[in-house]
């Protein structure tokens, strides 16, 4: 079965700490992979995707970056958190018919 | 400008009721469309995907689609309480997908 693992699973942290968040998939090789931005109750913006290791391409400029470092793996960060950055980061993939599978989500709130 | 033009924002339907859900897009090149359901802390999910013109139903679920007016729509028979949730409606060009900004959908019992 294919599965998608995000970590840590909430997070509260100070404006200007940094931030690493964590996404693992599981059961498919070279899986399309997305991270999404959140407000409460809100839209879902496309932050960044990726096609293959190594590779990622920014769709917004929030202040933050990803980097794929190896096939079943998505890294989503920050050096310097703002109160904007709150929200619910969900990483997906996609199958050959273009559905989204999204992972549980990550809260992050920034005080 | 937005892609994707979802409405309702909100809607309230009796339990065993009929809830639908529209959606729009602005660009020709977004023929494909899928309907998402995402309850509350957790990630979405796809409902249903829907490529060709007319009707596609699945369950208590109705898609429709008419590609000439962009124009893509979603109704639920038999409403739930279970089915209280935000739907979104999502299109896709190429690597990019574009979400509407979501119906909040509140079933009452």
């Known amino acids: 079965a294919q599965t998608i693992h995000q970590w840590p699973v909430a997070e509260i942290k100070a404006v200007g700490s940094p931030l690493s968040l964590g996404c693992t998939i599981k059961?498919?090789?070279?899986?399309?992979l997305y991270w999404y931005w959140q407000a409460t109750g809100g839209t879902l913006q496309q932050l960044f995707y990726s096609i293959t290791v190594g590779q990622v391409e920014s769709v917004v400029q929030l202040n933050l970056s990803a980097s794929r470092p190896k096939d079943d793996q998505f890294i989503l960060s920050t050096e310097k958190l703002l109160l904007s950055h709150s929200g619910f980061y969900l990483c997906a993939r996609t199958n050959n018919y273009a559905e989204q599978f999204f992972g549980p989500g990550t809260r992050l709130t920034v005080l | 400008q937005q892609k994707v033009q979802q409405s309702p924002e909100s809607l309230s339907v009796p339990e065993g009721g009929m809830a639908s859900l529209n959606c729009t897009s602005s660009d020709r090149n977004f023929q494909y469309f899928w309907w998402y359901r995402q309850h509350s802390g957790e990630g979405p999910k796809a409902l249903m995907?829907?490529?060709?013109?007319g009707d596609k139903k699945e369950g208590r679920f109705t898609a429709h689609l008419n590609k000439a007016s962009l124009h893509v729509s979603l109704h639920i028979r038999d409403s739930q309480p279970s089915d209280s949730a935000l739907y979104f409606c999502a299109a896709r060009p190429n690597n990019r997908i574009f979400f509407g900004d979501g119906t909040q959908l509140v079933v009452k019992p």
């Open positions: 059961g498919k090789s070279s899986p399309n």
């Open positions: 995907s829907i490529f060709s013109d």
